[in-house]
């Protein structure tokens, strides 16, 4: 057995992390949340402590603006929460949960997209289009269903 050097397993692991972070960008903003959010979610979630804006600011390179708007969108969102520092207006930010969290997100996104398709049945031009428009519905519905059973048995 082999070791490498402790140095190029790093180098390793930082590409591997920014492969991951990267990965959180693209799959949030198809969420419609900004590709920043993504990434800054990603760098939480890999950290064990809290950050700061600045320091997300440098390991990500983003502007001050881009990370204001990321907080605030995962603080809504229920994926991180922020932590006051005594005797400052900074904040520090830490990713909150994480299975539950998504999840209750995804599901929320769920259950506008079913309201949003119960609002066209009445608009289907024939029978065979109100099927496929049902069938859609009893996916995202069993889907939501299944969603709640784990989030459930979870807690």
Known sequence: ?????????????????EQFVDAMGDILASWNLSRSTGRTYGYLLTRAAP?????????????????????????????????PQAGSRR???????GFEQLLAASQERSRAFIRTLRSGRSLTEDARAARRLDAVT????????????MLRDRG
């Open 51 to 83: 950050a700061s804006s600045d320091e997300i600011r440098a390991e990500l390179r983003l502007s001050a603006g881009a990370v204001s708007t990321a907080m605030r969108e995962l603080v809504s969102w229920g994926l991180a929460r922020t932590i």
């Open 1 to 17: 057995m082999t070791d490498e050097p402790t140095e190029e397993r790093g180098e390793e692991r930082t590409a591997e992390r």
């Open 138 to 149: 009893d996916l995202f519905e069993a889907y939501v269903d299944a969603g709640e059973r």
């Open 91 to 97: 904040l520090l930010i830490e990713a909150a949960g």
